[in-house]
């Protein structure tokens, strides 16, 4: 194992590969960078030009655009409350607030340092798991899948501060409105009426841009003036958010576990492993009180496991052929595309190109974060211009990349009615999180919930990894309800009281002060 | 925020949860038509959702009837709203901004993504915020630019619009 890892390093070292590693990272940027476009469709791009190309050199490239996406979509959720990929979601919910108070290039100096952290960590764990992996992920079945997917939707009352009825009820609408289009247990077509375009359901890119993206624009054009608000400095910079990410190092380890270990289970989308993350964090924090108004571990976490989940993405592709996500699907066909077979046979046959899947990843961080750090500092300058001026760039791409999706008038449609929602929502401070929670997750429930009760009847509910994860819903359900409780008591008898500290405070001075009268006299 | 502003938010949640409520209602009953598997899921979700909205309007109505009628703060994980926008005239500014979006989405698809953003642009900058005539140009310019480098490098396709009318090459 150790020749290959070394042999591998050499493989990737030459220079053509590290330049086809690099163009792939560049990519991978760019496309971030540009809301609703994902390594999905960065892949695709470059899909038809490796015929016939080196193996290795586009494999690297691929993997240097899947690495790239997680980094640069950090750009547009922090610098515009626009969630650049579905993978970065969460992290507007502190980036953007962050940004807003002048803190742009803290948040994504703290976002990158995090991603490139999680990503090396990422690569790290598949190199350790590789041996190990295999009998791990065919532990779960249909019901561990199923209470995994419910374990998602325990967030949702993190996630809806101090009204949880109103993120239930959000989570609601999410869970009817993911239910449109085929139905995943059955061969039937709900609410779809006859139209074509429903028939596959609403696209989450859209849903997520429309839900966010419009009523930001819509409110910061009526608002007027810029992103940040009157008054905000810049902040110190990148190397703040760095320093933030040191601080608060093992919430980074912590998290890009969780990433590569929840990454490792097919059909855990990123956004299900962005949402987690940012629930979990909330969670275990003993201050809640800034979440939501810029807490850089609402940054850091996400996005240290939003890198570190390509890692665990990996496995499931590389060892059993089973794509982890819709982009490594697209990978997995390049890998057919090289004459390579995904499986278990590869590690036994061609360990050299695991190990170069896994450098590339590595280095395809590293080098991404270096890039962003470099662009974070000017690009967060544009936090105060004018918001009139960056609006109709930013409304032009937001609806280019919705259009991308099935390029049906029905996208722009559905672009405009989910604005016009989560402008609403936005406006009478109903939880627009728990409402993408409940419709990214809607497929899931109901696919898992049907295959457990087809192949167990309701004996499911006894399994042991059931019962374990079951349990862990429930402390994180009523934990996290029990310390926001405690919170707001601590809270509200500060409100009430907060005499005693200054009393004592006070009655301090005055003991210093007679002291000193004393000593004088 | 203003005392108004708080019972304009109020009175607009609750016509929101009344509007699931409603969802809920036709989800159970157009789902009585689908088969079993396509049909259980539905029908527990609606039920699910009914009963979580009886109990929000419950909570509404001891919390602002009896126990706080001067106010119901609510906060929630999400990106908040200004102060200055929550009342009657911020909702009108929003949906009058909303209203020029809607207009570029019609533009868009009668003219297609680039006709109708050489027509939105400097409409929006010009009679909306008053713009300098040069920046509006540079804008203009820009977009048109990125178009092309999106169309031309990504393969990346343009809303043609009804009328399909050519711009880009």
């Known amino acids: 194992m150790w020749d290959a890892l070394i042999s591998s390093f050499f493989i990737i070292s030459d220079p053509f590969r590290m330049g086809m ?85 803290r948040a994504l100096g703290a976002a990158f340092s995090a991603s490139m952290i999680g990503g090396v960590l990422g690569a790290l764990a598949l190199t350790a798991l590789v041996p190990f992996a295999r009998p791990v992920v065919l532990m779960f079945g249909a019901p561990e899948l199923l209470m995994l997917t419910i374990l998602g939707l325990s967030m949702v009352g993190v996630l809806s501060g101090n009204r949880p009825l109103l993120g239930i009820i ?26 074509v375009y429903l028939f596959d359901g609403f ?67 990123s956004s299900i492993i962005d949402w987690l993350n940012y629930g979990y964090v909330v969670t275990r924090a003993k201050d809640k009180s800034q979440f939501g108004k810029g807490d850089v571990r609402g940054v850091i976490a996400p996005e240290a496991a939003n890198n570190a989940r390509e890692g665990g993405v990996l496995m499931p592709t590389l060892l059993f052929g089973v ?20 499986g278990p046979a590869l590690l036994r046959d061609d360990l050299d190109l695991v190990f170069v899947i896994i450098w590339s990843l590595a280095l395809a961080n590293v080098f991404g974060t270096l890039i962003c750090l470099a662009l974070s500092r000017p690009i967060s300058r544009l936090t105060f211009v004018p918001f009139r001026y960056i609006a109709p760039v930013v409304l032009c791409i937001v609806i280019l990349g919705a259009w991308q999706e099935t390029r049906h008038v ?9 604005g016009l929602l989560g402008w609403t929502m936005k406006r009478i401070v109903m939880p627009r999180p728990p409402l ?16 457990s009760y087809n192949l167990y009847d309701w004996d499911w509910i006894t399994r042991p990894l059931v019962l374990a994860i079951a349990m862990l819903c429930v402390v994180l359900v009523v934990g996290g309800t029990m310390m926001k409780q405690r919170v707001q008591v601590a809270e509200s008898a500060k409100e009430v009281n907060p005499a005693p500290v200054v009393a004592g405070t006070q009655r301090a001075q005055v003991g210093e002060t007679a002291k000193e009268v004393d000593r004088v006299s | 925020m203003s005392h108004d502003a708080q019972r304009l938010q109020q009175m607009m949640r609750t016509a929101f949860v009344l509007v699931v409520v409603a969802l809920a209602v036709a989800v159970i009953w157009t789902a009585a038509d ?26 509404q109505f001891i919390r602002r009837r009896l126990l706080a009628p001067e106010g119901d703060d609510v906060s929630t994980a999400d990106i908040a709203i200004q102060a200055e926008e929550s009342g009657l005239d ?18 868009i698809m009668v003219l297609g993504m680039p006709w109708a953003t050489v027509l939105f642009v400097p409409l929006l900058l010009h009679l909306r915020f008053q713009s300098d005539w040069r920046a509006t140009l540079g804008i203009v310019l820009g977009l048109l630019v990125l178009m092309w480098t999106l169309k031309t490098f990504l393969m990346m396709r343009m809303p043609p619009g009804l009328l399909n009318l050519p711009l880009l090459p």
């Open chain 1, 203 to 269: 696209s989450l890119v859209i849903v997520a841009l429309g839900l966010f993206a419009i009523p930001e624009i819509v409110d910061l054009l009526a608002r007027g003036g810029s992103i940040a608000q009157r008054g905000a400095v810049l902040g110190s910079g990148w190397l703040d958010g760095v320093r933030d990410t040191l601080r608060h190092k093992w919430l980074v380890v912590r998290h890009s576990l969780i990433g590569v270990a929840v990454g490792a289970i097919p059909g855990m989308g």
């Open chain 1, 170 to 195: 959000a989570a609601c609408v999410g869970l009817t409105l993911g239910m449109v289009g085929g139905a995943p247990a059955a061969p039937e077509y709900r609410w779809a009426y006859g139209n």
């Open chain 2, 90 to 107: 911020g909702l009108k500014r929003g949906l009058g901004v909303f209203g020029w979006v809607l207009g570029y989405m019609a533009l």
């Open chain 1, 21 to 105: 590693l690099m163009l792939g990272v560049s990519i991978g940027i760019i496309v971030g960078i540009l809301p609703g476009l994902g390594g999905l469709m960065g892949m695709a791009l470059v899909l038809p030009f490796l015929f016939g190309m080196d193996a290795y050199a586009g494999v690297a490239m691929l993997i240097g655009i899947a690495a790239a996406v997680p980094s640069s979509d950090t750009f547009p959720s922090v610098l515009m409350g626009i969630p650049g990929s579905s993978g970065s979601q969460a992290t507007v919910m502190d980036g953007y607030p962050m940004a807003r108070k002048g803190q742009a290039a």
């Open chain 2, 34 to 59: 689908f088969r079993r598997a396509a049909r259980l899921f539905p029908v527990v979700a609606g039920y699910a959702t009914l009963a979580i909205c009886a109990l929000e309007l419950m909570r």
């Open chain 1, 323 to 342: 794509p982890g996500s819709s982009s490594m699907a697209l990978f997995l066909g390049a890998l057919l595309i090289f004459g390579i077979q995904p």
């Open chain 1, 436 to 451: 993408l929670v409940g419709f990214i997750l809607s497929v899931l429930v109901e696919r898992y919930l049907w295959m």
């Open chain 1, 410 to 418: 029905g996208d722009l449609i559905t672009l405009t009615a989910f």
